[in-house]
């Protein structure tokens, strides 16, 4: 089964600094993977995809992510934080199951925080 | 106009109590879930549905019934509601086929049960 590992569950960047998010996967085959964000009492959004095109995603809101096979990684990054930016981000792996039905594992998430 | 809409978006109900909570998507999207967020944050799903058959049933106690009219509305409802029923409940919809496509959220169903 595949699976979904977020270090850090709680981020604190200053606004204007680097932000990075760890995600790693295990998957056995070639894996399609998610980041979402859901900022306070929303739903969660789409931020970006990596569908095997290429291995550097880049998505809404300045955010994109590297695909790296050999350290089965996916990490979300963004060059300047916003106080925008504050929400939960989670990262998730497509898995289909015996029937060929498709759903996503979720990882915990990581709440970003920024700080002024 | 909302792409994944679910109501209501607030409930409080006591123990033992029977609620429904609806949703309806306007993508043209041929599945459904439900999903089920708990107090940490931890997202895990419920149901699925493609063409109003269900798909993925996640050893979801049998309380918690979906039902899928027409392949734009999957609803849930929950019988004899308990305390640890407590949580966010989000609707969710894509298009079948490739693991690739997005899955695309509502709002999500706060449900306090007192």
């Known amino acids: 089964a595949q699976s979904v590992t977020q270090l850090g569950s709680h981020v604190s960047v200053s606004e204007g600094a680097l932000v990075l998010l760890r995600c790693n996967y295990s998957s056995s085959v070639p894996p399609y993977l998610f980041w979402y964000v859901q900022y306070p009492n929303q739903g969660l959004q789409l931020l970006l995809k990596?569908?095997?095109?290429a291995t550097l995603v880049k998505g809404i809101n300045g955010f994109e992510a590297e695909f790296k096979k050999s350290e089965t990684s996916f990490h979300l990054t963004k060059p300047s934080a916003h106080m925008s930016d504050a929400a939960e981000y989670f990262c998730?792996?497509?898995?289909?199951?015996?029937?060929?039905?498709?759903?996503?594992?979720w990882g915990l998430g990581t709440s970003l925080a920024v700080n002024p | 106009d909302t792409a994944v809409s679910q109501t209501p978006k607030y409930l409080v109900t006591q123990m033992g109590n029977d609620k429904s909570i609806k949703c309806e998507q306007n993508?043209?999207?041929?599945?459904m879930y439900w999903y089920k967020q708990d107090s940490k944050k931890f997202l895990k799903i419920m149901f699925s549905y493609n063409n109003k058959e269900l798909i993925i049933n996640e050893t979801v106690p049998n309380r918690f019934s979906p039902k899928s009219p027409d392949k734009a509305h999957l609803n849930l409802h929950i019988n004899s509601l308990e305390l640890g029923d407590s949580a966010v409940y989000f609707c969710?919809?894509?298009?079948?086929?490739?693991?690739?496509?997005?899955?695309?959220f509502g709002q999500g169903t706060r449900l306090t049960v007192v």
């Open positions: 998730a792996v497509s898995e289909t199951n015996a029937g060929n039905n498709r759903k996503l594992i």
């Open positions: 993508l043209g999207h041929d599945t």
């Open positions: 969710a919809s894509s298009h079948s086929g490739g693991g690739n496509t997005e899955a695309f």
């Open positions: 990596y569908t095997s095109a």
